[in-house]
């Protein structure tokens, strides 16, 4: 089971993230990527009180950050500050389909690259024992 990654939790970083970073969007979520050589690969959630109330937008960062861990946390793609922001549609969405936005975001922003991370995928959640969130 992958491990999680580390987090980004002050105010600063994420907007440093935003300001400096690319960014990629897709229909359930917008990653902002910060290349940050040398360091290893963090990543923040954030979700605006425009998808809903609080058990809504938790249950949408639940979901990306599940979908980082298995994307994530095997330590193939280091070197970058990732920020995921949520969107109307990530609480919803299928969940092949979230993680199908998250890898095309990821490999948009160049943090990551299709066969390694092909192998890491190869576990699946119903696989590794986790409820499908």
Same mark, same amino acid.
């Given at each position: /089971?992958?491990?999680?990654?580390? +987090?980004?939790?002050?105010?600063?970083?994420?907007?440093?993230? %935003? !300001?400096?970073?690319?960014?990629?969007?897709?229909? #359930?979520?917008?990653?902002?990527?910060?290349?940050?050589?040398?360091?290893?690969?963090?990543? !923040?959630?954030? %979700?605006?009180?425009?998808?809903?109330?609080?058990?809504?937008?938790?249950?949408?960062?639940?979901?990306? +950050?599940?979908?980082? +861990?298995? /994307?994530? !946390?095997? #330590?193939?793609?280091?070197?970058?500050?990732?920020?995921?922001?949520?969107?109307?549609?990530? #609480? *919803?969405?299928?969940?092949?389909?979230?993680? #199908?936005?998250?890898?095309?975001?990821?490999?948009?922003?160049?943090?990551? *690259?299709?066969?390694?991370?092909?192998? %890491?995928?190869?576990?699946?959640?119903?696989?590794?024992?986790?409820?499908?969130?």
């Amino acid at each position: /089971m992958p491990a999680r990654p580390p +987090r980004l939790k002050q105010r600063r970083e994420f907007q440093r993230v %935003a !300001g400096k970073g690319l960014r990629a969007a897709r229909p #359930g979520l917008v990653l902002q990527a910060l290349p940050a050589p040398g360091q290893t690969l963090r990543v !923040g959630f954030t %979700a605006t009180k425009k998808l809903g109330n609080a058990v809504a937008r938790n249950r949408a960062k639940r979901r990306l +950050r599940e979908a980082a +861990r298995l /994307m994530l !946390g095997a #330590g193939q793609a280091e070197g970058f500050d990732l920020v995921l922001i949520c969107r109307e549609a990530t #609480g *919803d969405r299928a969940w092949p389909v979230l993680l #199908g936005d998250l890898r095309g975001a990821l490999k948009q922003a160049g943090v990551i *690259d299709l066969p390694k991370l092909a192998e %890491a995928a190869k576990v699946l959640p119903s696989q590794a024992g986790a409820a499908q969130i």
